[in-house]
């Protein structure tokens, strides 16, 4: 496992159409367009809370990422987030809500609840321990 | 590295294994054991293909043939098979979590291993399935299975030792819920029985024999002994425990038995408390983080777009699609999202565990990040730097005087006992003790007045008891009454100061007739601790109620040079904040979390130092369970540590990123003629995320410094 040379098996010039050449250029900006796309722009769901005996009820199902991705929220009511977690990775197996100190352990197969208390407007942004899987709290006034 | 979902697998995001307040087989500990157990086969299965898939393509890589390996091993066909079974077989997780992270619209490592792996597969699928046609064509029929396998194995590996590496993260709070013994020995009608800790229940007595383990919190009852609650406060030496005195569980009895009253059982102990604030403080981000944070969010698409373009560039410049698809893997497999994440989180993981080793315990991440930026300390005086048990030491009757001592002593206490002061307490037990049983009389019209004193009427008689400083001004502006101060009084009164006792006079109907010196001297190791403070940089300053004279001859017992006396309880905050607008850095203050809460609030990090039996200190940023005043060293010594920690972590990982892609990129080429192997470029990867972890491991060893010798 050593650096390529140039004297390398692999690197050989080919010497290739124009066309084929342009091809290749826009189908690669094609690709890198859809790819950032689908990944950063918009696409998860907002799910908003049902309100069981005055307590905004979410429930969220961990699978590959959370969904719904985004909650909207009322500010000044109780929360009760309800994680149901089918993903067996151990990645997810924590959430965490960093702004307000408050961590879960959600069993697999299982539900796990976390309650939080009434809310001022604002974004509050809950992921697994290394914040690669992600979701946020939309509080809105009422 | 490691984010790989699957089952029984390992996951880079569950920086928190195996903490929890339940005993130490929780799920998340199960979860972290079943975790390594899989990869340990995986990786196992990946090392033994990947073997003899490196063997059988020595002739190719090596361009001539090599008897000793049969030409079976070698032919492109096997490579297939098995390259395929080390990606079914061993990268099954990675493949899967990528696949379900893609419908989510989430990109993560598995992503990136996934995609780099599988680009290098599919590329020598053509050269396997038709190597003449390509041939013909001028194009290379080269083989990239043995690059596929390395690159998933080196993961795998990284995988499994940065998992076991983030295992040793939480020990210490696993240690922590250890102390706690599984069974109590407890009197149930007479008789002793052993109960599991869970079934004891408060008011239930327990008896603990030498060498046992405290299982609960409670009172003694019964007997006495010394024990050791190092593990939990970090303070070694032995306490003796008498009938009267608390017992905390997870403490170590050393030589005598006791009995004691169960007070607090489950989540209400001590060690449970402990546990559950280090915890928080786990769950907590640094504000250093939030920025990582908004990296990480977008760091993988830009990859995947960064690969993509290299493959278009290279393809452009070479023609040459095969080296093409090298650079793209390289760019896919060296970016390592996790060492980034991880960066951040396992530091304060291994920081707050740390911390409550030493008896440290620190509320959330940012207190640990800003208690090693502090520039000024203020200590509180009473039960901070000194002992907090001020006793009388002096009692000297006034020229002016006229009752008899046998009459003032036992109006004295009385008043004084209507106090919450710490001086009117030392006066009580004071009388207390030169008239035992004395009658007191009846007190009328009790007033305290803040800072200054107390007033009442006793027996018709109006009585003051306060701080010389209160008469000198001529009593309250609104009382209509001028008290005059005797040369005498303020002689004697100058003179207690100076001996570092606070002075209280007792002034009735208007004469005064005595003065008491009241002394509280500095913990022994006062003066050691300053002078560690000072030496970490800090300017310390001495807040205090107290008169200015006994404020400053304190000082001067430990070595302190500032100091800001005559102080009421509810304008310490605002003293605070005076320091903090003079623009000096940051401002800590010390204190016992009850009465100088606001202050504690006000400052930049709080600190309590607690009894060692309650950590309900709410205010407080950081918590010393022992009281000793050099545990705010250590903590601001363990926050230098852990921030320097985290800087090498972030600095690693983004350095590693920034350098390790463009290179990856193939930029480097037109320099210096050589390009990354995608090998290599797995190899980088995989070790990053395991140093970042193993570098944060290293604060494990972290050690305060010991104590300078005062002067």
Known sequence: ?142 | MAHTPAHEQPGCCDTAAGDGIAPPSTATDRELARELSGLRRQLRLALLLTGLIVVGSMPHMLGRPLPAIPGWLSSSWSQLLLATLVLVGGGGPIFSGAWRALLRHRADMNTLVATGVGIAWLASLPATVAPGWLRAQGLPADLYYETAAVILTLVLLGQFLEARARGQTSEAIRRLLQLQPPTARVQRQGVLVELLVSRVAPGDTVLVRPGETVPLDGEVVEGSSWVEEAMLTGESTPVRKQPGDAVVGGALNRSGSFSFRVTRVGQDTLLAQIVELVRQAQSSRTRVQRLADQVTAWFVPVVIAIAIAAFVVWFLVSGNGLLSTLFLVSVLVIACPCALGLATPTSIMVASGKGAENGLIFRNAEALETAGGLRTLVLDKTGTITRGRPEVSDFQRLGGGRLEAAALLPLLAAVEERSEHPLAEAVVAYVAEQLPGAPRPAVEEFEAVAGRGVTARVEGQEVRIGTPRWFRQGGEPDSGELVATSPELEALAAELEARACSTVAVVVDGRAEALLGVSDPPRQEAAAAVAGLRRLGLAVVMLTGDGRRTAEAIAAQVGIERVIAEVKPADKAAEIRRLQDQGQGPVAMVGDGINDAPALAQADVGFAIGTGTDVAIAASDVTLLAARLAGVGVAIELSRATLANIRQNLFFAFAYNVAGIPIAAGLLFPFTGWLLNPMLAGAAMAFSSVSVVTNALRLRRFRPHPLPVAR
């Open chain 1, 1 to 142: 496992m050593t650096p390529m040379e140039v004297g390398d098996p692999a690197w050989r010039t080919i010497a290739q159409p124009a066309a084929l050449k342009a091809l290749v250029a826009l189908a690669g900006l094609g690709l890198i367009a859809l790819e950032l796309w689908w990944f950063l722009g918009r696409h998860g769901e907002t799910g908003t809370a049902a309100a069981e005996g005055g307590v905004q009820t979410v429930r969220i199902t961990v699978q590959g990422g959370y969904a719904p991705e985004r909650v909207r929220l009322r500010s000044g009511q109780p929360i009760r987030l309800v994680f149901h977690r089918l993903d067996p990775s151990s990645c997810v197996a924590r959430v965490i809500v960093p702004d307000l100190q408050r961590s879960l352990d959600l069993p697999l197969n299982g539900e796990a609840s976390i309650d939080l208390p009434p809310l001022d407007p604002g974004l509050y942004p809950f992921h697994c321990g290394m914040a690669m899987v992600r979701g946020e709290l939309e509080v809105v006034s009422d």
